[in-house]
């Protein structure tokens, strides 16, 4: 039987990395990264789509590309990927791989310590469940994320383990699929608020500017559920795009500069 490890379906979503939703149905089943650029689009059509037979409109791809991924790892052993994702293969929705794992192989955010391979759940309220992606590395503040369906495409992304956007983790069954070993758990974490700015002197922040305090309130916008394109320390105007819409939940005025004021807004949130 074909194995799926933890190792084995990071791997697997770390190849559709770069992958665009399609506009129509052309180029949706096509597997090859040649294709991954083509036709880009915002209607849902996917390989992920095809694979799991929901594609087009109807089929928003966060979960289904989860999906895929497994699959993929299993050798596409339909049967096994099933097996593994606690019997709800293929994932299609954000509540149903929680709701179908076992008490012991799931928690919520502050209850689990995520590990690679864990399948990573978010919610935009706190109680709807609206996107998902795979876990593939954890540290003592961060954890680090392949999702599908964002930005309308296959990326990496990373989150302050304290954010309010995360609802919580499945542990996939990959012991049961594999008989490996089970995976020991990283470190217990951190506080957030003590650690992300324990090294920086919280400078202004605007277009062109570049270092540790751009990616401070580059985690900052994404623990607050906004869109951003990367946590790369680099200024620009995603970034500003980025501060405006945090500046504006934070009730500020939204010029796109992390100022005095907008550092205020950001550490009295935390609190």
């Not at 599908?148 to 990959?174: E, F, H, Q």
Request: hydrophobic share 35%; proline share 5%; net charge neutral.
């Amino acid at each position: 039987m074909s194995k799926c490890t933890a190792a084995q379906a990071v791997k697997a979503f770390e190849y559709w990395l770069g992958y665009y939703e399609k506009g129509s149905s052309s180029y949706a089943t096509t597997r090859d990264k040649s294709a991954f650029e083509k036709n880009k689009g915002a209607n849902n059509w996917t390989y992920a789509g095809h694979i799991c037979g929901i594609n087009g409109p109807a089929g928003a791809w966060c979960a289904m590309q989860v999906s895929l991924a497994v699959y993929e790892a299993c050798g596409n052993d339909k049967a096994l990927a099933k097996d593994v994702l606690w019997g709800v293969w293929p994932y299609t929705a954000c509540n149903q791989l929680y709701d179908a794992a076992p008490a012991a192989s799931k928690g919520h955010r502050g209850y689990w310590t995520p590990q690679p391979g864990d399948v990573i759940i978010f919610t935009d309220n706190g109680i709807t469940r609206t996107h998902t992606g795979i876990v593939y590395a954890v540290d003592k503040t961060y954890v680090y994320t392949i999702e599908g369906n964002t930005s309308n495409m296959c990326a990496k992304r990373s989150y302050p383990l304290t954010s309010t956007y995360i609802w919580g983790y499945v542990r996939p069954n990959y012991v049961a699929a594999s008989g490996d070993e089970p995976v020991q758990p990283v470190e217990p974490v951190e506080p957030y608020g003590k650690l992300l700015f324990a090294d920086i002197g919280l400078h202004e922040l605007s277009k062109g500017c570049a270092g540790p305090e751009v990616k401070t309130i580059q985690r900052v916008i994404f623990a607050r559920g906004i869109n951003h394109e990367a946590v790369d320390g680099e200024f620009g105007p995603v970034t500003k795009a980025g501060v405006q819409a945090l500046q504006k939940q934070l009730g500020l005025a939204q010029d796109g500069v992390v100022g005095k004021e907008t550092w205020k807004a950001v550490l009295t949130a935390l609190e």
